[in-house]
């Protein structure tokens, strides 16, 4: 069983930076998928980026250019760079793990799936 624990959340102003961390704790051995998501009150959570243990990444269009998803793969931690952010970011960030269910990490679900607990980014104005 994995477990993930998010941190680096926080606040900013538009246009400023931060950097969202997620520690893999337990069976970490056979994951290859991780991933960042985000969720607002009121609305489901929504796919940021995605990158596999090969180094893969895929972003979101709404993030490519200023969001860089990384994965120190020894450390089994995950991790997110967010520049330029803009005040519609603003959002609790999740982070998940997993392996393929079917292809890749990037079509169809995962399976051994675990999510962290997320941490909040405020972005103001």
């Known amino acids: 069983q994995v477990h993930l624990a998010e941190s680096g959340g926080g606040s900013a102003q538009a246009g400023g930076s931060l950097r969202l961390a997620c520690e893999g704790f337990?069976?970490?051995?056979?994951?290859?998928?991780m991933a960042w998501f985000r969720q607002t009150s009121g609305k489901e959570r929504e796919w940021v980026a995605t990158?596999?243990?090969?180094?893969?990444?895929d972003y979101t269009k709404s993030v490519k250019g200023r969001f860089t998803i990384s994965l120190d793969t020894a450390k089994m931690t995950l991790q997110l760079q967010m520049n330029n952010l803009k005040p519609e970011g603003s959002a609790v960030y999740y982070c998940?793990?997993?392996?393929?269910?079917?292809?890749?990490?990037?079509?169809?679900?995962?399976?051994?799936?675990?999510w962290g607990q997320g941490t909040l980014v405020t972005v103001s104005s």
């Open positions: 337990g069976d970490t051995k056979s994951t290859t998928c």
């Open positions: 998940r793990s997993g392996v393929p269910s079917e292809y890749d990490c990037y079509s169809g679900s995962w399976a051994r799936e675990a």
């Open positions: 990158i596999d243990t090969d180094g893969t990444v």
